[in-house]
């Protein structure tokens, strides 16, 4: 973004490399129309405080029509939008809005699957057995005498088998609900047809994507079994990287740097990184990081790897603490032990302390603000909310709950509505009932109350966001502060500390204090504190 706010076309080579990305959950980010869901009325209507907040950009999470059996992720068209959400016309709307504010806009795209709604898996229905609409999906006979055992052992990640069964007697594979049959990627309409949507989305002026299980589209045909816990047939097979070169040339198609960004979940950094060679996708979420515990040699460990894995392709390092699918940050930093995070283990109900998390999340701010890279701001951690586990099960959502029979709370905790204004619930989310429940004592998290206070969560995010840009060179170099410090320059003159140690510490050799994440004492760095400095 240039100094006056518009885009810039001289810099549109590199925006997305260090671009501040504030990711919107639309139906818990502000309702315009009073039905207590998030809309895009609501979205214009608050797009000051991400100007303010000065991020780069936006990415929308699935704004298209669907059932909302798994929050948007299952589509049902993929060229309109949600009625509940808006229309069309508003999303092209917003898209040029953002553009004159100087924020550029990202949309999700949902290739693995679709909705049971959509028009291509009904007529599938309809055909029945052998018929080509069958083919764009997979459908295949059971085991056992009677085909009455599903195809093979895959588990969906959200609970139970990964098939079910159709009257006609088949079965179909859907890696998430039941509700989100998996597309066949070897089937030629898919391919033509997500080829299609892309162009159909960037005609109309978006700036990129956000890939959906951009790992999972390809599937062994074979469709073996799997040990427990192996993704091999169904995630990272080779014949993605042909898409997403055929992708890449599409998006390179267009004027001013359109992007893809993969949302991959993959064991191995250096495979992930596979999928940033310079044809192929421009980044992908660093989940590596996102899952790492509160701990000073993990956490180098995981950036050295990053920073490394991704220098060899040539591609930027996107750094992310939470987004709508993981317990918030401030939740997980203010658990004993491992903050880490998978589909199966929530920790809910595991003590928290909301002042520890909360000190440790602002400092992880300023850490993931100034790492060289991209970074990633979900939605409420400017204001420094907190997983909301208490939500009644009759209100909860996610379709996580229902198919572990409870088992696994699910996302909803990281969806509650946004605290805007107001010292009672709605909180200035709009003028209905929040479709979840938000806590009373958000009162003192609104964005409004945190605004006037210069030591609030939002102060500190703009703070960063404000001076970033400048923090210097595209690398960093590690310092020597002491064994349970963390700390790195970046070149010309920015220092970096992070001090893990029970102690307060000295702090490295400045100049001039830029941004701390706490009050320093006596010029000593608190623990669980961070300091961005002038050499
Ligand atoms: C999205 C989830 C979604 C799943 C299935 C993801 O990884 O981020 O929210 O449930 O894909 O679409």
Same mark, same amino acid.
């Given at each position: 973004? +240039?100094? =006056? ?8 080579? +590199? ?99 679709? =909705? ?103 599937? /062994?045909?074979?469709?073996? /079994? ?56 421009? !980044? ?78 602002? @400092?992880?701010?300023?850490? +993931? ?53 107001? !010292? ?16 009373? =004592? ?38 020597? @502060? ?44 608190? +623990? /669980? ?7």
């Amino acid at each position: 973004m +240039t100094a =006056s706010g518009q885009l810039s076309t001289t810099d549109g080579s +590199t925006w997305w490399r260090s671009a501040a990305i504030y990711q919107v959950y639309i139906r818990s980010f502000a309702d315009g129309n009073g039905d207590g869901v998030g809309d895009l009325a609501g979205v214009r209507s608050r797009l000051d405080h991400l100007a303010d907040l000065g991020i780069d950009a936006i990415w929308f999470t699935p704004w298209y029509p669907s059932p909302m059996d798994d929050g948007g992720y299952d589509v049902a068209d993929f060229r309109d939008i949600e009625p509940l959400f808006g229309t069309l016309a508003e999303a092209e709307g917003l898209i040029a809005q953002a553009h004159e504010r100087g924020i550029r806009v990202i949309i999700d795209i949902v290739p693995n699957h679709c =909705s049971d709604e959509h028009p291509w898996f009904r007529a599938a229905l309809e055909a029945g057995p052998g018929s080509v609409e069958r083919q764009r999906f997979w459908f295949r006979p059971g085991r056992g005498p009677d085909g009455a055992e599903p195809p093979n052992n895959w588990k969906s990640r959200f609970g139970g088998s990964a098939w079910t069964r159709v009257p006609d007697g088949e079965w179909y594979l859907h890696l998430y609900s039941s509700r989100q049959p998996d597309f066949n990627w070897d089937n030629a309409d898919i391919r033509a047809e997500f080829e299609d949507v892309l162009r159909f989305w960037f005609d109309r002026g978006v700036d990129g994507f956000r890939i959906d299980v951009a790992d999972g589209l390809v599937k /062994d045909p074979a469709l073996p /079994d799997v040990a427990d816990g192996d993704e091999t047939p169904f995630s990272d097979q080779e014949g993605l990287h042909e898409i997403y070169r055929s992708w890449r040339k599409i998006a390179d198609s267009y004027t001013g740097e359109r992007v893809l960004v993969g949302e991959m979940w993959l064991p191995d950094m250096s495979r992930a990184a596979r999928y940033l060679r310079r044809d192929e996708l421009h !980044s992908a979420f660093n989940f590596d990081f996102l899952v790492c515990p509160w701990d000073v040699s993990r956490l180098r460990d995981v950036v050295t790897r990053t920073l490394r894995a991704h220098d060899d392709v040539g591609a930027p390092a996107a750094w992310v603490l939470s987004n709508h699918d993981v317990t918030r940050h401030v939740t997980r930093y203010g658990r004993a032990g491992d903050t880490g995070f998978s589909f199966a283990d929530r920790l809910h109900g595991t003590p928290v302390s909301l002042e520890l998390g909360t000190r440790r999340a602002r @400092a992880a701010a300023l850490l +993931t603000l100034s790492l060289p890279g991209g970074v990633y701001v979900y939605q409420g951690e400017e204001l420094g909310l907190w997983e909301v586990e208490d939500i009644p099960s009759a209100l909860r959502q996610d379709p996580v709950w229902a198919r572990t029979a409870g088992a696994d709370p699910g996302r909803d905790g990281c969806r509650v509505p946004l605290p805007w204004s107001g !010292s009672a619930p709605p909180f200035g989310f709009g003028t209905g009932t929040p479709w979840l429940p938000q806590p009373d =004592s958000w009162a003192a998290f609104t964005a409004s109350a945190e605004a006037a206070d210069p030591a609030s969560m939002l102060s500190l995010y703009r703070r960063g966001l404000q001076l970033r840009p400048s923090l210097g060179s595209a690398s960093l170099a590690w310092l020597d @502060a002491g064994p349970e410090v963390l700390a790195f320059t970046r070149e010309p003159g920015f220092v970096f500390a992070l001090n893990f140690s029970a102690e307060a510490v000295s702090l490295p050799p400045h100049s001039e204090v830029l941004l701390a994440s706490g009050p320093l004492e006596d010029g000593l760095l608190p +623990t /669980d504190t961070a300091v961005w400095l002038r050499r």
